[in-house]
């Protein structure tokens, strides 16, 4: 299977809220969110529960965990690409329902000009 190529979700004015989120973390927490992060390049659509798991109106969420707490990566299938739209850290178990409404608004305007609102630095 093809490797899926993931890229990072940018707002208009160039910032990237993955990252800005991302570098907050601890060490620790950043090695599990590239971890999860690196298979979901390797696997794509493959990538299943307890790593990943479909939200609602295609939404996927990335799932770690380090010390009681969830980190939840939010992203979505574009073609061939999976693009970070969100990010997130929960004590319940699932996502707060404002967080995918954010994520759907962003993969909306991702859809509308993916070229506008793609990270240059992604990951891959």
């Known amino acids: 299977m093809p490797k899926t190529k993931v890229i990072l979700y940018c707002e208009e004015d160039g910032s990237c809220p993955y990252l ?3 570098e907050q973390l601890s060490v ?6 590239l971890v999860r992060v690196k298979r979901l390049g390797e696997l794509g659509h493959e ?3 307890p ?3 479909l939200l609602r109106d ?3 969420e990335l799932r770690a965990s380090l010390q009681g707490f969830h980190y939840r990566v939010l992203y979505f299938f574009h073609g061939t690409v999976a693009a970070i739209v969100s990010h997130g850290i929960v004590k319940e178990s ?3 329902p404002k967080e995918i409404d954010r994520a759907i ?3 909306k305007r991702f859809e509308a000009n993916p070229a506008k609102h793609r990270h240059e630095d992604g990951t891959e």
């Open 94 to 96: 699932a996502v707060p």
């Open 58 to 60: 295609g939404i996927y």
């Open 20 to 22: 800005e989120w991302f």
């Open 47 to 49: 990538l299943r529960r």
């Open 28 to 33: 620790k927490a950043q090695d599990k969110c």
């Open 51 to 53: 790593e990943a798991d």
């Open 105 to 107: 608004e962003r993969k």
